[in-house]
């Protein structure tokens, strides 16, 4: 099974930016999405932003398009997320995670069941 280390959270000011982390290790097939979900004190989990190893094809929830951004390294097979314009409503604890799953033009998030790895989590606070 992966492991997942996520990296980059933090205590910042509304409008900043913060750039997250995840570190996979151990054996994984090929082909995969890999991304972020996010829960905030007393709400549920909720997907933010997943990437297609498979053909580089991203999601974003509607609540951070255009503020943040996924992006891969391929040598190192990590994944980041670029957070820009921070709001309050952000702050939560971001978790990695991995869904062996192929997929092509990723258009919706998969299932939150499909996702077998997962990370500790790196807790992000916006607050002035």
């Known amino acids: 099974q992966v492991q997942l280390v996520e990296s980059g959270g933090g205590l910042v000011q509304p409008g900043s930016s913060l750039r997250l982390s995840c570190a996979p290790s151990g054996w994984i097939q090929d082909y995969y999405v890999i991304g972020w979900f996010r829960q905030a004190p007393g709400k549920e989990r909720e997907g933010v932003s997943f990437i297609s190893t498979t053909d580089s094809s991203t999601y974003y929830a509607h609540f951070v398009k255009g503020r943040f951004t996924i992006s891969r390294d391929n040598a190192k097979s990590a994944v980041y997320l670029q957070m820009n314009s921070l709001e309050p409503e952000d702050t939560a604890v971001y978790y990695c995670?991995?869904?062996?799953?192929?997929?092509?033009?990723?258009?919706?998030?998969?299932?939150?069941?499909?996702?077998?790895?997962w990370g500790r989590g790196t807790q992000v606070t916006v607050s002035s």
């Open positions: 995670a991995v869904a062996e799953e192929i997929v092509f033009g990723m258009v919706t998030m998969p299932n939150m069941d499909a996702f077998t790895s």
